[in-house]
């Protein structure tokens, strides 16, 4: 997960507002930037975070 940033807040941060205003989904996003999905998820989960499809943003 290169160019993205690292501190899970700032990536939690980062990624929904990607989601927001770039990406219908979270798999678009992921392909787009080269992200590993199960890194990001697991990354985020680690500090509390779950990725709702339904809303397309982790929350």
Do not use: H
């Not at 990624?15 to 199960?38: H, Q």
């Amino acid at each position: 997960m290169q160019n993205i940033p690292q501190d899970p807040m700032m990536l939690f941060s980062f990624v929904n507002m990607k989601l927001r205003d770039d990406y219908a989904t979270l798999d678009e996003l992921c392909k787009s930037l080269d992200i590993d999905r199960v890194a990001l998820e697991e990354k985020l989960k680690a500090v509390g975070f779950e990725y709702s499809a339904e809303n397309n943003k982790f929350w």
